[in-house]
């Protein structure tokens, strides 16, 4: 049976993290209109009993073999049998009330709305207020750890690049959406925590890679996307910007990922311009005129 809501996570090795996640939707995956789809990206820890022996009605899935971020999501998406389909990292969770009805009546209101962009709060504790003064606008982009895809819209463009590995797939289908007459909008009343503290992610063993994939993925997007003319001007202040606040300033795990970044882009020249999907400068300069992709909401700044 077809539902209202399917809830999209995808995991590897991280345990505990699923287990808050869960713990905190257990309400919506009770929900009977709602589904849940968790893919286990061939963990070794108990992550597959754990789930099989304490939330029965989550559909699960597991890869033997690491297929990576990417492959899974597509798969949950073109799996899912829900209308709509909430994606959200093992470490995020609603703090939000009545989220499938919030989802289902904004994009009955909003035909024209391919992605919700949930508004999100960045931190391993939640903030003493949820009040916003936000209001629902539409947006250039959303980000991959909260967001909500009305699937008439995914359907219509092609499957997140796989290639890209982690980092940029969010932009690439906002482009794809925008080619395609869709839109993105950043949705204040449906409020996700993403329990990961940014600033500390740079003493983490895979900044470097982190740096590596983030600077590609930039490099992928514009020479999949943009008008030939704006490409040499990006390309040219990014790398510049890169050497003058990491490589000069010492950061040499950041300078490794950019060195690496450079071959990447190299290498996938070939791939690059055969998938292309460029905007035309009419295009371009309308999608540049939307609003900036809303990726943290901090609670502090908000005047109540």
């Known amino acids: 049976m077809s539902k209202k809501i399917s ?13 808050v996640t869960l713990s905190n939707l257990a309400k919506l995956i009770n929900d009977a209109a709602v589904e849940c789809m968790v893919y286990d990206d061939g963990s070794t820890d108990d992550t ?3 789930v099989k022996e304490n939330y029965p ?6 890869n033997e073999i690491t297929k990576g971020y990417m492959f899974n999501r597509n798969f949950l998406l073109n799996h899912c049998s829900g209308k709509y389909a909430v994606s959200l990292d093992d470490d995020a969770h609603f703090l939000s009330e ?4 919030n989802i289902e009546r ?3 209101s909003q035909p024209q709305c391919g992605v919700i962009a949930c508004r999100i709060f960045w931190g391993k504790t939640a903030p ?4 916003t003064k936000e209001v629902a606008q539409r947006v250039k982009g959303f980000v991959g750890c909260g967001h909500v895809w009305n699937l008439q819209a995914w359907r219509t463009i092609p499957n997140y690049p796989e290639w890209f590995v982690f980092y940029g797939e969010e932009e690439f289908a906002s ?5 395609k007459d869709w839109e993105v909008h950043y949705v204040p009343k449906l409020l996700v925590q993403h329990r990961v503290e940014v600033k500390a992610r740079k003493n983490d063993s895979d900044y470097a890679q982190r740096q590596r994939r983030g600077f590609r993925s930039g490099w992928y997007l514009y020479l999949l996307f943009y008008p030939w003319a704006i490409i040499p001007r990006k390309l040219t202040y990014t790398l510049w910007m890169q050497i003058k606040t990491k490589i000069l300033k010492g950061d040499g795990r950041a300078t490794k990922g950019l060195v690496l970044a450079l071959w990447d882009v190299f290498i996938h020249i070939p791939r690059l311009l055969k998938e292309s999907n460029r905007f035309s400068s009419e295009e371009f300069k309308k999608y540049s005129n939307l609003e900036p992709t809303k990726i943290y909401w901090k609670f502090e700044n908000e005047k109540l």
């Open 7 to 19: 809830i999209l996570i995808t995991t590897k090795n991280r345990i505990a993290d699923l287990k």
């Open 48 to 50: 597959a009993t754990f």
């Open 57 to 62: 009605n989550i559909t699960f899935f597991r």
């Open 98 to 101: 009545n989220v499938v009805e």
């Open 106 to 108: 904004y994009f009955e």
């Open 128 to 131: 003493t207020s949820v009040v």
């Open 175 to 179: 482009y794809q959406l925008f080619k």
